[in-house]
């Protein structure tokens, strides 16, 4: 089946040390997304890049669409003990419509230490 | 608005037990799913609904089974549960192929 690879599977940080998590594919996406699961929480949406070598910002935390649209990366700068969770990238089920069906990665747990 | 409910948010069934799992959307959206979430394996569709009445198979679909009567509500169904079957179900809707608004889970465990 499809598959999105997610890498690293873990990252221990101290607070203020910076975070990148990456997302690959071996087929062209349409677009990406990325979520957000606190522990013990539910995933949530953070963004969809869908345009090549698209970047966006929220606050301290950039997100990048590849040229080829083959991989993506999200990346925080000066980590807070609040970004501790696990961070999902999905890409639209391929095969026929979607309909807005993902497949997820497997997640990045990060851990911040104080 | 409550946004994606889900119920219950614990059960235990000893294997052989049967039981649904209730999700619920007051956002009007075409657009339901279920997933399950295994450590190390991220999230998993098990099966999906674009509208009332409709229903499809996601990439896990074998010994689930799911009903979309109303257009807010979406159920899954165990009829036979299985220690394998233990793990997390999320549920989650959308307004057409866009963000995915989760709801807060069900963690079920099998005997």
């Known amino acids: 089946g499809q598959q999105v690879m997610q890498i690293p599977q873990y990252q221990h940080v101290q607070e203020g040390e910076d975070f990148t998590t990456y997302c690959n594919s071996s087929?062209?996406?349409?677009?990406i997304q990325w979520y957000k699961q606190r522990p013990g929480g539910h995933p949530v949406f953070l963004i969809q890049?869908?345009?090549?070598?698209e970047v966006k910002k929220q606050k301290r935390l950039t997100f990048q669409f590849g040229e080829a649209k083959k991989n993506s990366s999200l990346h925080i700068t000066a980590t807070q003990t609040t970004d501790v969770g696990t961070y999902f990238c999905?890409?639209?089920?391929?095969?026929?419509?979607?309909?807005?069906?993902?497949?997820f990665g497997q997640g990045t747990i990060l851990t911040v230490h104080p | 608005n409550a946004g994606v409910t889900q119920t219950p948010k614990f059960r235990v069934l000893k294997t052989g037990q049967s039981m649904t799992l209730l999700c619920a959307q007051d956002m009007n959206h075409e657009y339901m799913y279920w997933y399950r979430q295994d450590p190390g394996m991220g999230l998993r569709l098990i099966h999906y609904s674009v509208g009332e009445g409709t229903t499809a198979k996601g990439e896990v679909p074998d010994g689930y089974n799911v009903s979309r009567l109303k257009k807010q509500n979406f159920l899954l169904g165990l009829e036979s549960a299985a220690p394998s079957q233990t793990s997390v179900y999320f549920c989650?809707?959308?307004?057409?192929?866009?963000?995915?608004?989760f709801g807060p889970g069900t963690r079920l465990t099998v005997l």
């Open positions: 890049l869908v345009k090549s070598g």
């Open positions: 999905a890409q639209d089920w391929l095969g026929g419509t979607s309909y807005g069906k993902l497949t």
């Open positions: 087929t062209t996406l349409s677009n």
């Open positions: 989650a809707s959308s307004y057409r192929a866009s963000e995915q608004f």
